[in-house]
């Protein structure tokens, strides 16, 4: 059974920073891309950042590009994000995700408030 349990979330001041974890099992982590999401208040879910497996290459939305950081450590089946300068509009549930085969898997989520 495929688990994806984020955790890290709170709330922070602007121009702070978060790490989010999201700790998976039942599967072979280290063979699958995952990704983090996020939504906002009234807003679609937007991909925020992905990790593939093979290489570790790494991709972002533009609007997290230079202050996000997607990682993964494949001996504890876990992924990361790295949330520095944090923005009031970075307010949202941050999801992890990936996809094996036809079927997407998807976090309870994590709720991350940035607010003064």
């Known amino acids: 059974q495929v688990q994806l349990v984020e955790s890290g979330g709170g709330l922070v001041q602007p121009g702070g920073s978060l790490r989010l974890s999201c700790a998976t099992s039942g599967f072979t982590f280290r063979s699958y891309a995952m990704s983090w999401y996020r939504q906002a208040p009234g807003k679609e879910r937007e991909l925020v950042a992905t990790i593939n497996s093979a290489d570790y290459n790494t991709n972002y939305a533009d609007s997290v590009k230079g202050r996000f950081a997607i990682s993964r450590d494949n001996g504890k089946n876990t992924m990361y994000l790295q949330m520095n300068s944090l923005k009031p509009e970075d307010t949202a549930v941050y999801y992890c995700?990936?996809?094996?085969?036809?079927?997407?898997?998807w976090g309870q989520g994590t709720q991350v408030t940035v607010s003064s």
């Open positions: 995700n990936t996809r094996i085969g036809l079927r997407v898997y």
